[in-house]
């Protein structure tokens, strides 16, 4: 019994110099891409690649403003080879946003047309208006300008501009850099985009900043810059190659308030390749995405002349 007891206390001592050693971080091995970081503060953080479950042979990239971004392409399938669509998601998504647009390029290649989806756009941070609890109670020097109707103001109109203009130069670069990946893929060119970046699309093809595409399809297009937003409808009334203008009852009101005059328009002005149409479900219904897909499929080998 006396021999036990000793060594019993060296074991528990032994155990517990060995529980401080492993919690001295000191005395850690650490990890790889710390180490690296500490060893060449200057070299930048290679980019994260968002679609890592995508196959690798889908995966390309370009580089605007030295930041590498993502463009997912795949093929077409089948015998027809018509061209290839172009596909911008809403901005501050990715090139494979989850929901319609991820759904229109994956399956619209056995229609005969590659898909090339672009990064699109990011948005600024929406701003964080902070109230000291000391002021909570103390009446304000100034009245409300904005209706009570319309959404307050997330920034001040001149940085929105701002922002709105490095967003359309963000976009000229990024299409101008398409030319060498669809070269594989020649044929006749559908650009199809949704949200703000159609928006943004629309505003760059009135102004010539970017080629036009043998056939345009917007979905739900608006711009939260009510200017803008406002002047949407005239300047997609003046395009001239084919559009099919695509509503959902679940659109962003900015989108819904122009939907009548984007039709009007179009008939005034005689627009006769513009095609508008209303779906009667919302875009987070996947028979949704089927009808879309069945309308954009027919109206881009109709209207481009592909066949």
Same mark, same amino acid.
């Given at each position: 019994m006396a021999r036990i007891i000793p060594s019993v206390l060296s074991l528990t001592l032994a155990l517990a110099s060995a529980s401080l050693l492993a919690a001295d971080p000191s005395s850690q091995t650490p990890e790889p891409s710390a180490e690296a970081a500490q060893s060449n503060p200057n070299k930048p953080t290679p980019a994260k690649r968002a679609s890592s479950y995508l196959p690798a042979n889908e995966?390309?990239?370009?580089?605007? &403003? $030295?930041? *590498?971004?993502?463009?997912?392409?795949r093929s077409w399938e089948g015998r027809k080879k018509l061209g290839a669509a172009i596909i911008l998601p809403a901005t501050n998504g990715t090139a494979d946003a989850p929901g319609l647009m991820a759904f229109v390029r994956r399956n619209i290649n056995a229609a005969g047309w590659a898909s090339l989806s672009l990064t699109p756009p990011t948005e600024p941070p929406a701003p964080n208006f902070a109230t000291p609890a000391t002021e909570v109670a103390t009446a304000g020097s100034a009245q409300l300008t904005t209706p009570s109707n319309k959404p307050s103001q997330k920034v001040k109109p001149e940085d929105s501009n701002k922002h709105l203009l490095e967003q359309e130069d963000f976009l000229v670069k990024s299409m101008s850099q398409l030319d060498s990946v669809g070269t594989d893929y020649p044929g006749k060119r559908v650009l199809i985009t949704a949200d703000q970046s159609?928006?943004?699309?629309?505003?760059? %093809?009135?102004?010539?900043?970017? !080629? &036009? *595409? &043998?056939?345009?399809?917007?979905?739900?297009?608006?711009?939260? $810059?009510?200017?803008?937003n406002q002047a949407i409808a005239e300047k997609l009334a003046k395009l001239t190659m084919p559009i099919l203008d695509i509503q959902s009852p679940d659109g962003h009101p900015a989108s819904l308030e122009t939907a009548a005059q984007r039709k009007t328009l179009a008939v005034t002005l005689? !627009? *006769? +390749?513009?095609?508008?149409?209303?779906? !009667? %479900?919302?875009? &987070? +219904?996947?028979?949704?995405?089927?009808?879309c897909l069945t309308a954009i499929r027919g109206f881009a080998a109709r209207m481009s002349g592909a066949y």
């Open positions: 995966i390309k990239q370009i580089t605007i &403003d $030295d930041q *590498p971004l993502e463009l997912l392409v159609a928006g943004l699309l629309i505003s760059l %093809l009135s102004q010539k900043k970017i !080629a &036009d *595409p &043998d056939v345009l399809i917007v979905i739900n297009p608006y711009s939260e $810059d009510e200017t803008r005689e !627009a *006769p +390749n513009y095609r508008q149409t209303t779906l !009667a %479900l919302n875009l &987070d +219904n996947e028979s949704a995405w089927q009808n």
